[in-house]
């Protein structure tokens, strides 16, 4: 599709005096793994569930694949996966009969064969096993999140919204779930997922969205974000006199290293060494997104 596949405008919660999420306007586009980040109660949950038509906006409009929300849930909401504040299943039963029963439900049914087909292939696509008939009840944090992913994914949605996908997994589990979702979205999926993770968003998403209090303080592509500064990095443990050797050139100095204006990182590097100063790293400086995360959403706003 064209046109953008989440798009609020001065999208507002209020609960009593609390701005919960004040004037928010999300652009997020066909394609984008979209990386939505806040500090605990910041306002993601209760955005996305505006997204989603779980909750009521106080003002403010939400559209979700070109249709108004709440108002389009019925057309929109069948081509929307969702994993929203963990996933609900049925404890005594299996992940497979969780799945069979979740979509029997749907409006859009599938042959009983079909069914049986895709609940197979989702469960392989999230890494559980198909044949285990083990009660969710014995799945681990871990498991259960991925079965929450896997009833996401049943009817093959063209929007992923994912309220922090990989909470409860293990390291190798984040990566596993992150190669997925990278899959999926180079098959044309957009993913809309909210996390704490900043390294993990970095990793794997195109464009971020930053609420501190409500409020979103910064949304951009993350390569424009991650774009060189035109400082180079030098460590050495000659740093005072690389310092005054460089004089005005020195933008900043940082624990062990100076931040260097310079164009050419090579020439910097000969004229440093040739100077006789030790070296012991220098690259191209860009700043990481921990870093403008901080800086847009004000000193201990996230944790
Ligand atoms: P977390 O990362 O901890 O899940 P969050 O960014 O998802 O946080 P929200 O759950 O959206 O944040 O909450 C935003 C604010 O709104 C919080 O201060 C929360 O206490 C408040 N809030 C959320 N739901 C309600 C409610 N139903 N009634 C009153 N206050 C609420």
Redesign the pocket.
Known sequence: MTGPVIATAALT?R??E?R??DGVDLDVRAGDVYGFL????????????MLLGL?LPTSGTAEVLGRPMPAGRREVLPRVGALV?GPGAYPHLSGRTNLALLDASGADRMSRRGRRTRITEVLAEVGLDPADSRPVRAYSLGMRQRLGLAAALMRRPSLLVL??PTNGLDPQGIAEIRELLLRLNAGGTTIFL?S?LLAEIQQMCTRVGV?DR?RLVLQEQLEVLLRPTGLVAVRTPDLARCRDLLGGMVAAVEDDRLLVRAAEPARLNAYLVGEGIAVTELAPYRRDLEQLVLEAAGPGAHR
């Open positions: 919660k609960y009593g609390l919960a999420v806040g500090a605990n109660g910041s306002g993601k949950t209760t955005t996305v569930r909750v504040e309220d922090e909210s704490h609420l409500g």
